[in-house]
Each structure stands twice: as structure tokens, then as C-alpha cells.
Nanobody, 119 residues
Framework: QVQLVESGGGLVQPGGSLRLSCTASGRTFNIYQMGWFRQAPGKEREFVSAITWSSGITVYADSVKGRFTISRDNAKNTVFLQMNSLKPEDTASYYC????????????WGQGTQVTVSS
């Protein structure tokens, strides 16, 4: 099992930036891919971005392409989500998740961090 702890959320004005962090512990050697998801009130959870743990291949939702950047620091077992040009519609709880090798799904989830974009 992998334990995940997110940080970096907060209140920011439209057009501003935030950087989320997610630190993994436990059986981190078994991680294949890390992802970020978000869920706004009254809406379903949606995929934001993901990065493969060993090769660093990234993928983004169309809604955040060009504004968000995912990266990782394997030595610190940490994945980051740099969010620029934030919009009110980015307001949500952001969750980090880990997909284990040969799993095909996200197995472990963090508790989430709140991001609010408002003037």
C-alpha cells in the first residue's frame, strides 16, 4: 500500500498560480504512475493530469493543457502540479492518486487539498 499526502492548496485570484505537492510513502517501489484528480461541489471527480513514475511521460486533460504542469522528484517520492492562469472553474478539491504496477487503475488516494479561485 502507498500513503499519499497532498499540500499546497489555498485561495488565489483568477490568473494566479499555485503549486500542489503530493508525497508518497510506503511501498513506493511499486508505483507505476501518479495522477491528479479534482472534484468540485456537485460534480463528479475528473482527471487532471498524470505522470509515469520511471519515464516521466505526462498526460493532461484538455481543460488544463498549457496552464498546468505535472512533474516528479523520484528521490523525494513527490509529484507536483504547477497550476498557472487559474480560473474560477478550477475551484475544486484536488486529489493525488497512485497506480501500482500491473494494476490498471488508481489504487491509493490522498485526502485532498482545496483550491479556490476567486476574486
Amino acid at each position: 500500500q502507498v500513503q499519499l499526502v497532498e499540500s499546497g492548496g489555498g485561495l488565489v485570484q483568477p490568473g494566479g498560480s499555485l503549486r500542489l505537492s503530493c508525497t508518497a510513502s510506503g511501498r513506493t517501489f511499486n508505483i507505476y504512475q501518479m495522477g491528479w484528480f479534482r472534484q468540485a461541489p456537485g460534480k463528479e471527480r475528473e482527471f487532471v493530469s498524470a505522470i509515469t513514475w520511471s519515464s516521466g511521460i505526462t498526460v493532461y486533460a484538455d481543460s488544463v493543457k498549457g496552464r498546468f504542469t505535472i512533474s516528479r522528484d523520484n528521490a523525494k517520492n513527490t509529484v507536483f502540479l504547477q497550476m498557472n492562469s487559474l480560473k474560477p472553474e478550477d475551484t475544486a478539491s484536488y486529489y493525488c492518486a497512485a497506480q501500482r504496477r500491473r494494476s490498471g487503475k488508481y489504487d491509493d488516494w490522498g485526502q485532498g487539498t482545496q483550491v479556490t479561485v476567486s476574486s
